[in-house]
């Protein structure tokens, strides 16, 4: 996903204005790639979640309790949604 189109996607989900300003400019990957904070990405997932190309929510349950979520947000959690990025 190009910058602008992740722009106006984050813009539609009510993406906060630090998340907003930081994800300028970058394109999906390297937002996903760069990001430190876990709980974004996890904000994304979910509200992105079931739709076609993201996690379903049966999936993001799946995986967040696999991977123990409560020791990652704020760490960076970019393998749990890796293969919807790429």
């Given amino acids: 996903m190009n910058p602008t189109h ?3 996607l984050l813009e539609t989900l009510g993406a906060c204005e630090e998340a907003l300003d930081w994800a300028k400019g970058k394109s999906l990957h390297e937002v996903w790639t760069s ?4 709980d974004w990405l996890m904000w994304l997932c979910f509200k992105m979640q079931d739709k076609v190309g993201w996690p ?3 999936n993001m349950n799946s995986d967040s309790n696999e991977i123990g979520l409560h020791e990652t947000v704020g760490h960076g959690i970019a393998g ?3 293969e919807y990025v790429y």
């Fill in 35 to 38: 990001c430190k904070r876990g």
């Fill in 80 to 82: 749990l949604c890796d």
């Fill in 56 to 58: 379903t929510t049966t």
């Fill in 6 to 8: 992740l722009a106006s």
